[in-house]
């Protein structure tokens, strides 16, 4: 007997991994939405065995200017799933430039100088490196692809269709389990021409997503740029081409606060003495003001922080002007480059500076198993708290 029912499904919602990853992604990457949702549609599908076999789980193209976070969301991606943002094989294709350097990826076939002393990087070894007994994925980031020989390139038209490498000893690479990132700053000067001279500092109100019609001449102009690098057959082993969002002022507070976030986690990681800071309106103000240009991105708001932040507080441990349980204030001078530093709280409970620091202890539950190690500087407070 069949038993009917007229229950209506839902496709579009998520199972409890992707929205994890999401979660994790959504946590550690500004403004790149397009990006997060290819990744976790690709992800789902891999965790519920429905990705196309015998080829990579997908082939991701991402286009944008340098500093928009095309590399960052590919670390975040490891950081969420593995717990490490190196869990990542990554190839700077910049250092593959001429046709003979590729035995560095593959290793020298038998009978040429030097074959048992080449170590390919593109190994199954090496692909295996992050797999973990309840995720046996691997991360492949191939960075700035438009400056690859062509000989590299025809070694990636076998891996993006067939997810399969030969290496110069006859051994093959399954790349059946591989998520394949590729970066480029294909079309990026095209793409500024068509906004205002201070593209990537746009206000909240303008939009750049890609349901906007700039968004959508953005993503054209980068489409077009790639279809005139690379050839027809290469465009269509690729699942996705990304064109990443130009960051506005909201999504750069956003990216000064990840980044901030890191400088404290760095301290309280470190074997130096452990303390917490926090900054006024004024002095994060400041460090926008600082660290934004249209040509560099977020790197130049992480040069900023660097130069104001970081090598200041490495004097003061290094004169050791703070103490194990202070709180130091950050807030800027009038017309004055510099930040002013003072001790705002003495002698803090490790308990006292989690919570001024904001530590993430909640939302490690919501991660990934294998990525639910303690970090190094929680363990370090947990320390503080047994001496």
């Known amino acids: 007997m069949i038993v009917t029912s007229n229950c209506r499904l839902n496709p579009h919602k998520s199972g409890r991994n992707a929205e994890m990853l999401e979660a994790g992604l959504r946590r550690l990457v500004v403004g790149q939405d397009q990006a997060i949702a290819k990744i976790v549609d690709l992800y789902q599908m891999y965790m519920t065995g429905m990705s196309s076999p015998n080829r990579p789980l997908g082939n991701l193209l991402f286009l944008g200017p340098t500093g928009s976070g095309k590399t960052r969301v590919v670390e975040a991606t490891a950081e969420t799933l593995f717990g490490s943002p190196d869990a990542v094989v990554k190839i700077n294709c910049a250092e593959y430039q001429h046709s003979h350097e590729v035995a560095k990826l593959i290793g020298a076939p038998p009978g040429y100088l030097g074959h048992r002393e080449t170590h390919p990087i593109l190994s199954q070894e090496a692909l295996n490196r992050s797999h973990s007994e309840t995720l046996k994925l691997s991360l492949v980031l191939f960075d700035e692809i ?43 000067t095209e793409m500024q021409g068509l906004v205002s001279p201070r593209w990537g500092f746009t206000t909240a109100s303008q939009p750049t997503g890609p349901e906007s019609r700039l968004g959508d001449k953005l993503s054209r102009v980068g489409v077009e740029a790639a279809r005139k690098k690379f050839t027809p057959e290469f465009i269509n082993r690729l699942d996705a081409i990304v ?71 490495s004097n003061l441990l290094a004169t050791e002007q703070v103490r194990t349980g202070d709180c130091v204030l950050i807030d800027s001078q009038p017309n004055h480059p510099e930040m002013v530093f003072q001790r705002e709280a003495e002698a803090l409970s490790s308990a006292a500076m989690a919570r001024m620091a904001r530590l993430p202890f909640a939302e490690a539950a919501a991660r990934p198993a294998a990525a639910r190690a303690e970090p190094r500087f929680v363990q370090r407070l947990r320390a503080c708290v047994d001496s």
């Not at 438009?146 to 030969?166: T, Y």
Request: aromatic share 6%.
């Open 243 to 313: 064109v990443f969002n130009a960051l506005g002022e909201t999504e750069l507070r956003q990216v000064a606060e990840i980044e901030l976030r890191r400088v404290q986690e760095r301290i309280l990681a470190s074997k130096a003495v452990p303390f917490v800071f926090r900054l006024t309106t004024a002095a994060v103000d400041q460090l926008l003001l600082e660290g934004t240009d249209a040509r560099y991105g977020a790197r130049h708001l992480r040069r900023a922080i660097d130069r104001l932040l970081v090598r200041p507080i």
């Open 146 to 188: 438009e400056k690859a020989s062509d000989s590299l390139w025809n070694l990636l038209l076998g891996i993006l269709d067939k997810g399969s490498l030969v290496l110069g000893d006859n051994r093959h690479t399954d790349f059946s389990r591989s998520l394949i990132f590729l970066t480029s700053n294909l079309g990026a």
